[in-house]
C-alpha cells in the first residue's frame, strides 16, 4: 500500500460498497469448507483496503475474515454493517470484529429462520397457493414481492443498522436483565407461526375426507329399514376436521417425539396417501 493510503479515509461511498456487495454477492462463493466466509471477506474488502497501511497489513485483515462463517444472509446484515462500522475505526483490535461474528452468527441464524422459515414464508406460501389455485395472479406477485423483500429490503435496512450500532449490536441483542433479547423474539415467533399455520389445516386438508360407510338397521314406523351412515359425517358431528387434525399431530409426534426426519414423514405421507386411496379408505 503507499504512504498516501495513510490519509485516506473510510467513506460512506466505501460502505455503501460493502452493503451492495453483501446484498447482491454474499452467497455467490458458499462452500462447504468456511460456508459464507469468502463473500464475507469480498463484501468488506474496500474497508478493508481503506484502513491498511501496507500490502502485508490488508493481507492479514482478509485472512481474519476468511474464518469460518455462516449465518441466516439476511439477518447478517447485521453483523457485517457492525463489523465494518468497527473496521472503519482503525482503533478497534481486529479480536473484538471476530469475536462480534461469532457471538451474533448463532443468535441471528436462529432468529432469522424462524421469522423467515416459520412465521412468514409458510403462511404467505399458503396465502399465495390458495390465490393462485383460484386464478388469482395476486398469488404469484406475493411471492414475488416476499423475495424481493427479505432479498434485498430487509438486507439493507439491518446492514445500516449494525452499522450505526456498531459493537453496541451485541448489547441490542440482550435485554436489561442480561438475558436473550433474540431468544424471547425467537419463541414468540415460532409460537406465533405455529398458531396460523395450524389455522390453516382444515382449509389446505379439507379434501382429506374418508367414503366409507356402514349399513344399519332403523324403525321407520314400525318397520325395519336399512340406513346407509357415512363415517365421514359421523367424525364431522364429533370433531370437524377430524382427518387432517390427526394426521398433522402424527407427523407432529414423529418428528418431535420419535425423532422421525422431514423426509421419513414425507415417505410416510405418501405411502398412506397411495394406500388409502387404493383400499377406499381415503
Not at 415460532?190 to 349399513?215: A, M, Q, R, Y
Request: proline share 4%; aromatic share 12%.
Amino acid at each position: 500500500m503507499s504512504e498516501n493510503n495513510k490519509e485516506k479515509k473510510v467513506t460512506k461511498k466505501d460502505i455503501l460498497k460493502v452493503c451492495w456487495r453483501y446484498i447482491l454477492t454474499f452467497q455467490w462463493s458458499w462452500n462447504y469448507e468456511r460456508m459464507q466466509a469468502l463473500g464475507f471477506a469480498w463484501s468488506i474488502l474496500p474497508v478493508l483496503e481503506k484502513i491498511s497501511d501496507t500490502k502485508e497489513e490488508l493481507i492479514a485483515n482478509v485472512k481474519r475474515h476468511l474464518q469460518f462463517f455462516n449465518v441466516f444472509p439476511p439477518a447478517g446484515g447485521a453483523i457485517i454493517g457492525a463489523a465494518a462500522a468497527m473496521e472503519a475505526e482503525k482503533e478497534t483490535p481486529g479480536e473484538a470484529v471476530d469475536s462480534l461474528k461469532v457471538g451474533l452468527m448463532g443468535p441471528f441464524s436462529g432468529i432469522g429462520d424462524t421469522l423467515y422459515a416459520v412465521l412468514t414464508r409458510p403462511i404467505l406460501g399458503v396465502l399465495a397457493a390458495s390465490l393462485a389455485m383460484a386464478g388469482n395472479i395476486f398469488g404469484f406477485w406475493i411471492m414475488v414481492l416476499f423475495g424481493i423483500a427479505w432479498g434485498i429490503v430487509i438486507k439493507y435496512y439491518l446492514f445500516w443498522l449494525g452499522y450505526r450500532q456498531g459493537n453496541n449490536v451485541i448489547d441490542q441483542a440482550a435485554d436489561e436483565e442480561g438475558e436473550g433479547l433474540l431468544d424471547k423474539i425467537t419463541a414468540a415467533a415460532t409460537v406465533f407461526g405455529i398458531t396460523v399455520i395450524g389455522g390453516f389445516i382444515p382449509d389446505i386438508l379439507s379434501g382429506l375426507t374418508t367414503p366409507l360407510t356402514f349399513e344399519r338397521e332403523i324403525e321407520v314406523e314400525g318397520e325395519m329399514v336399512s340406513e346407509v351412515v357415512e363415517i365421514q359425517n359421523v367424525l364431522d358431528d364429533i370433531l370437524p376436521y377430524m382427518i387432517p387434525i390427526a394426521l398433522v399431530a402424527i407427523c407432529y409426534y414423529l418428528i418431535q417425539k420419535r425423532d422421525w426426519s422431514a423426509v421419513s414423514v414425507l415417505i410416510l405421507l405418501f405411502i398412506l396417501g397411495f394406500a388409502g386411496s387404493y383400499l377406499g379408505l381415503l
